[in-house]
């Protein structure tokens, strides 16, 4: 009995791609949502990319037209299936939940934040390029390089 509840609850990917139903509709709606727009732009880019290659080939107007039409219109649906499979869709829904719980700093500390992580870098950079001229330097008059 608990093996058909445990296979009922871990439905395949494939079997889930080919159904129509939006699983637990009402939570992880933001994530959700957001994380089906970003598989969505992909696709878009993607079939933008190729559709740009396609178009200069030897394969006519109409094939570079098809070919990302059909790959796009099955992007959107996977990408909407995605986030409906049980096993993703209950790890963005832990993920809204715990992004709930995050306390978001104010402005004031954002910019004190912001403004520490800019320094840190710059100093960074400055020390490293720094250090690059020094040890060049060096080996240059020890004649290791030239």
Do not use: H
Request: net charge positive; glycine share 6%.
């Amino acid at each position: 009995m608990s093996r058909d509840i445990a296979a009922s609850n871990n439905s395949p990917l494939t079997r889930e791609l080919f159904s129509a139903g939006v699983y637990k509709a009402n939570q992880g709606r933001i994530v959700r949502q957001l994380t089906c727009l970003a598989i969505w732009i992909i696709v878009g880019l993607a079939c933008w990319a190729l559709y740009s290659s396609l178009r200069g080939s030897s394969l006519g107007s109409t094939a570079a037209s098809v070919i990302p039409a059909v790959l796009i219109a099955i992007g959107v649906w996977t990408g909407f299936r995605v986030v409906n499979w049980p096993r993703f869709a209950d790890f963005l829904i832990a993920v809204e939940a715990e992004m709930n719980k995050v306390t978001w700093p104010g402005k004031d500390e954002l910019v004190r934040a912001a403004f520490v992580v800019i320094f840190t870098i710059f100093f960074l950079a400055v020390s490293l390029f720094l250090f690059d001229i020094i040890w060049q330097q060096v080996f240059s008059t020890l004649g290791v390089t030239m």
